[in-house]
C-alpha cells in the first residue's frame, strides 16, 4: 500500500526521511537484540504490540466507523493471522542470528510479494520480473551459504518471517481499496495483539521494568519509521527511495561489529546488495511501463 505522492517530487526530501526511516529500523532491530532472550518471542512480541496501542488513537474514529461486513472481517483476521506468526519469528531470529543477517533476509519480502500477486492476484510476471527474482533468490542463497556453514533455525525463521510479511501485504493490497490507511494500519496493530496473546501467555514470564521500556521504545521507533516512511513516499517515488534501503544493511552491520561484537560478513553484505539490487530493478520497471506498484518498499513489511 503506497500513498500517495505529492503533485511536485523532491528527491531530496525522499532521500531524507528514507534515511531517518532507516534509522528508526535499525534502532528497532538493535533494542530487540539488547532485549534479547530474556523473555519469550512471542511474549516480547506481544509486549511491543500492546504498549504500542497508544499509537492507536488517532485512528479510533475511522476504525468505528467503518462498516465491517463478513467478507471485510475475514481478511482483516486473515492478515493478522499471518502478520502474527511473521512477527513471532521475527523477534525468535532476532536471538538467533546476527543483526546483519536479520536485515539482509527481510529484504527478501518484496520479492515473494512479486511472486504471490503473479500467483494469486493475476499479476503479470514479465521475464525481466522473473530473472530479478531469481537474482534476489541468488542472494538468499549466498547469505545462508548452505552446505558450506550451518543453517540455524534463526534463518529458517527469517525465511518463514519474509514469507508472512508478504501474506500479510498481499492482503492489505485487496483492503487498501476498501477502506482508508488509517484503519488498515489500526485493524492490523489489533489484530496481530490479539493473535499474539494466547502465545505469549502460554510462555508468560514476569517483565522487568527495564524490558517493559525498551520494548515500549521498540514500539515508538516502529511508529516512527512507518510515519518518516509515509513521508519519504509523499516526497518522491520509489524508485528514489528504495536503493537508500541499502543504507540500512550498512547501519545494521557496523551496529553488530561495535555494539554486539557480530563479526562483519562480507558475504552477507554481497547478498543482502543482490537482493536489493533485485528489487529496486523491479520497482524501476513498474515506474518505466506506469504500473500501480506491486513490490512494496524493503520497509513497507516491518514490525
Known amino acids: 500500500m503506497q500513498p500517495t505522492q505529492s503533485p511536485k517530487a523532491t528527491p531530496a526530501a525522499g532521500i531524507f526521511w528514507m534515511i531517518v526511516t532507516g534509522l528508526n529500523f535499525v534502532a528497532v532491530t538493535a533494542i530487540v537484540k539488547h532485549v534479547g532472550s ?30 465491517m461486513d463478513r467478507p471485510l472481517a475475514t481478511l ?7 502478520h502474527t506468526l511473521g512477527v513471532i519469528l ?13 536485515t539482509a533476509m527481510n529484504y527478501l519480502s518484496p520479492v515473494y510479494v512479486t511472486l504471490g500477486a503473479a500467483l494469486f492476484l493475476g499479476e503479470t510476471l514479465a ?12 542472494g538468499a542463497l549466498v547469505i545462508l551459504r548452505p552446505g558450506l556453514r550451518e543453517v540455524n533455525a534463526g534463518h529458517l525463521a527469517m525465511i518463514g518471517t519474509a514469507l508472512a510479511f508478504a501474506g500479510s501485504y498481499l492482503i492489505a493490497k485487496r483492503v487498501s481499496g476498501q477502506v482508508s490507511p ?22 508468560w514470564v514476569p517483565p522487568s521494568g527495564s524490558e517493559l521500556f ?7 521507533f516502529a511508529t516512527a519509521g512507518h510515519y518518516t516512511m509515509t513521508l519519504a513516499f509523499q516526497a518522491a517515488p520509489l524508485t528514489v527511495t528504495q536503493p537508500v534501503t541499502f543504507l540500512q544493511l550498512i547501519w545494521a552491520t557496523a ?27 523491479i ?3 513498474e515506474a518505466m511501463l506506469k504500473r500501480r506498484a506491486v513490490t512494496p518498499p524493503a520497509n513497507a513489511t516491518k514490525i
Open 76 to 82: 482483516f483476521a486473515a492478515r493478522g493471522a499471518v
Open 255 to 281: 551496529l553488530g561489529a561495535l555494539v554486539f561484537a557480530e563479526p562483519v560478513d562480507g558475504w552477507v553484505v554481497l547478498g543482502g546488495a543482490i537482493i536489493l539490487g533485485a528489487v529496486s530493478f
Open 90 to 102: 521475527w523477534f525468535y531470529a532476532m536471538t538467533r542470528i546476527p543483526i546483519a543477517e536479520v
Open 283 to 285: 520497482t524501476w520497471r
Open 214 to 220: 525498551w520494548l515500549f521504545l521498540v514500539a515508538c
Open 127 to 138: 521475464l525481466r520480473r522473473i530473472l530479478a527474482v531469481l537474482a534476489a533468490l541468488l
Open 38 to 67: 530474556g523473555l519469550p518471542a512471542a511474549q516480547s512480541a506481544f509486549l511491543r504490540y500492546v504498549l504500542g496501542l497508544v499509537f492507536l488513537l488517532p485512528m479510533l474514529g475511522p476504525m468505528l466507523r467503518t462498516r
Open 182 to 203: 488509517a484503519v488498515v494500519v489500526g485493524m492490523l496493530s489489533v489484530t496481530v495483539t490479539i493473535g499474539l496473546a494466547p502465545f505469549a501467555f502460554a510462555v
